[in-house]
């Protein structure tokens, strides 16, 4: 169907990971984002499910759409879950003014460039809601509804992993030209330069200035300089 990668300087060789109509997609996250990209266009409506990603890391996805093309993004609990004392189980994301806002939000916005190129930061929400009832992006201490914790975990001799929440969905609704699978329009070539001037990748969550590779920039926003 189209390829996943993470953005390099060079968008036309590093082709990135083929994506197929049943996608697993496991890759690095905490760095500059993913770039997804589909053979035929821009998908009218995109499903993520089955989300395991450490509340502590910030993982962004970067899709391009025909300009002009505007969202509605939904993060969802369970079909099972009920609104009730305070709590919800579904919560819609806000537009923000900057690709460094979604970085540093709390996973419940999105950005669209003049371009058409959306972005936005994939989280693992709770099973057991969205928010009580403003969106929560929980961590692994943040109390669930029924004495238990929100997310689960796995943890053995130091390493901890995200234990899924069935269920769960995030769903991007598009809305733009077109009555099929994509939307109907151009949608402009993306080869993403996440390096400030003077800079060049070397990693992929690390750039670092071409005259003095030992001062670099990191995709968190720290640097060693």
Not at 120 to 135: A, D, E, H, K, Y
């Amino acid at each position: 169907l189209g390829h996943k990668f993470s953005p390099t300087l060079n968008a036309a060789v590093n082709k990135g990971l083929p994506v197929t109509a049943n996608p697993d997609v496991v890759s690095m996250i905490g760095g500059f984002g993913w770039l997804l990209t589909l053979n035929r266009g821009a998908p009218r409506k995109l499903v993520f499910w089955d989300l395991e990603v450490d509340p502590g890391s910030v993982l962004l996805l970067s899709i391009p759409y025909p300009a002009g093309t505007t969202f509605n993004i939904r993060a969802s609990a369970p079909s099972w879950c009920g609104d009730s004392d305070g709590f919800v189980c579904n919560t819609d994301f806000v537009p923000v003014s900057s690709v460094q806002a979604v970085r540093n939000s709390a996973g419940n916005t999105y950005h669209v460039g003049a371009n058409g190129v959306l972005t936005l930061r994939i989280v693992q929400f709770s099973g057991q809601f969205t928010g009580n009832p403003n969106w929560i992006l929980p961590n692994y201490n943040t109390p669930g509804r029924w004495n238990e914790k929100a997310i689960s975990k796995f943890e053995r001799d130091g390493v901890v992993l995200p234990m899924q929440d069935w269920g769960i969905t995030l769903t991007i609704s598009a809305n733009c030209g077109g009555s099929g699978v994509y939307c109907s329009g151009s949608v402009a070539a993306y080869d993403p330069d996440v390096c400030n001037s003077g800079f060049v990748q070397v990693a992929y969550d690390t750039c670092c200035q071409r005259s003095n590779l030992s001062r670099c920039m990191f995709a968190n926003g720290s640097r060693n300089f």
